[in-house]
């Protein structure tokens, strides 16, 4: 109910903001290290080359990047290969080569400790950074290669805490990331929703549009004033002006303390009241 959204949303952005705040990045030795065999090794020399062929990066990063790769693959249960393969796949989506490591590393953990496979959250984790971290106060201050792995390390620790999967988070995120970029929320806040609706079994598509145009309904009447913009202040204890600065600068809270107040309501005024607003 509209209760549990709240709650689980509260729950859920301190818990990414602490994630951010305390897990450390993860470093990547560059010594030195032994390939067993002969063979090995020359096959993944040929699945580095796509790393090569995608990368347009001078020779010394190309050898700290194969280091660390083969580093990686003997850290996870994933192998050189297909950590290359990962590797290729963030050149191909346009991550620098610096952010690249963070991102095979990342991905690859994900698809070993989650339901998503590492190639499916190399894109669709790539592509809510692309969106959200211009717009996100902390992402601004992160390396993109950062900010993905903050993602993936909030992903499963809500993937262990909530009734739902990794994902499910993830694509409802992605349905919800444009509006939520729009919006100016950050990372936390749009996983935080998103974890609290798929959580409530309301699939992706359904859930990420309709939050969207709601956020995108109420900012309008922020943005004209007028009629609607008086109902949504009533309704959340507030006169027009404390809602539009409220709105303003906490649209995420804002909404919180809205869904707070209609879910007091009973099922026919509440019906009656989002009739009214056009939702």
Known sequence: NLNKVVKDTRALGRRFDYLGSKL???SYGLGLITIG??????SFENAFQDVVKTLNAPQIT???????????????????NELSKLTSIGAQLGLPAESLMKFTDTVARLGVATNI?????????????????????????????MYIERVGNTLVQLGNTTSTTEDAIMQMSRRLSGVASVMKLTGAETLGWSASMASLGIAAQQGGSA?????????AFVSEGGGGLTKLAKLS???AKQFQKSWGEDVSGTMQILLQNLNKLSKNDLQKVLSDLGV
């Open 24 to 26: 450390l990045p993860i």
């Open 37 to 42: 065999a002969v063979g090995v090794g020359a």
């Open 62 to 80: 190309l050898d700290a990047l194969r280091q660390s790769i083969r580093n990686l693959s003997n850290e996870i249960p994933v192998s050189a």
């Open 117 to 145: 496979t590492s190639e499916e959250a190399g894109l669709v984790v790539t592509q809510f950074t692309n969106v959200m971290q211009a717009s996100d106060k902390l992402g601004k201050k992160l390396s993109k290669g």
């Open 211 to 219: 939050l969207g145009r709601v956020m995108m309904k109420f900012n």
């Open 237 to 239: 204890g507030m006169s």
